[in-house]
């Protein structure tokens, strides 16, 4: 199947700092990309949809000055948590959807985030 | 609103066979996909049905009835490693997932 890395797989931070995450497809140019944040026990919840050379597309109540999304290139896509709090510690997680991949998203590994 | 339910939990010994059962509330529905997720790590995709009927995977079929916004995934031999959440995910517009509630699979020898 398709490859796609996030790094970094965690972070450890203070509270009120920015953290980015990047999420890379390896193997295949990835279109649309999408970023997803998982609680503990909890399902995955889509926070926006990210298209390369366009704004990114953000689902109802998430914060799209909190949570900036920049998908630079077919291959790139960022997300990064501006001035993180306690709260917004989660497992974040990124597929990418591109061209000869239409039949699945193929997921990053995740990155773990806590916000201390 | 968009949902999709799962049984929050279910559990089974080796060698049996288990049903997931999903059922689905969605606007501009396209299919329904199956996710594996083991404890700490990445989504990894099972299935898709974008038809109604049973999709047959090696250990793994799902199905889908439009009609009845149902689907199910059947899981047959059970082995230790298949304990795991297990996610329905409805495909949207833009290629949008919407994941179900989760379902955590508990296989004991």
């Known amino acids: 199947g398709a490859v796609v890395s996030q790094h970094p797989s965690w972070v450890i931070c203070k509270s009120g700092t920015s953290v980015k995450i990047e999420c890379r497809s390896l193997?295949?140019?990835?279109?649309?990309m999408f970023w997803y944040r998982q609680f503990p026990k909890q399902s995955l919840m889509l926070m926006a949809t990210?298209?390369?050379?366009?704004?990114?597309?953000?689902e109802q109540g998430v914060e799209k000055d909190k949570f900036l999304i920049n998908h630079a290139s077919l291959t790139l896509s960022t997300l990064t948590v501006t001035s993180a709090h306690p709260e917004d510690s989660s497992f974040y997680i990124c597929?990418?959807?591109?061209?000869?991949?239409?039949?699945?998203?193929?997921f990053g590994p995740g990155t773990r985030l806590l916000v201390l | 609103g968009q949902s999709l339910e799962q049984p929050s939990e279910v559990t089974a010994v080796e060698g049996a066979i288990v049903q997931i059962n999903c059922t689905y509330q969605?606007?501009?529905?396209?299919?329904l996909s199956w996710y594996q997720q083991h404890d700490g790590g990445a989504p990894t995709f099972l299935s898709y049905?974008?038809?109604?009927g049973l999709e047959e995977t090696g250990r793994f079929s799902s199905f889908l009835s439009r009609s009845d916004s149902y689907g199910y995934l059947l899981l047959q031999e059970l082995q230790m490693k298949d304990s795991a959440s297990y996610f329905c995910?409805?495909?949207?517009?833009?290629?949008?997932?919407?994941f179900g509630t989760g379902t955590l699979l508990a296989v004991q020898p």
């Open positions: 049905n974008a038809l109604d």
């Open positions: 995910a409805a495909l949207g517009a833009t290629n949008k997932l919407i």
């Open positions: 990210s298209n390369e050379g366009s704004k990114a597309t953000y």
């Open positions: 969605t606007s501009g529905f396209y299919g």
């Open positions: 193997d295949f140019q990835a279109t649309t």
């Open positions: 597929s990418a959807f591109g061209q000869g991949r239409e039949e699945t998203q193929y």
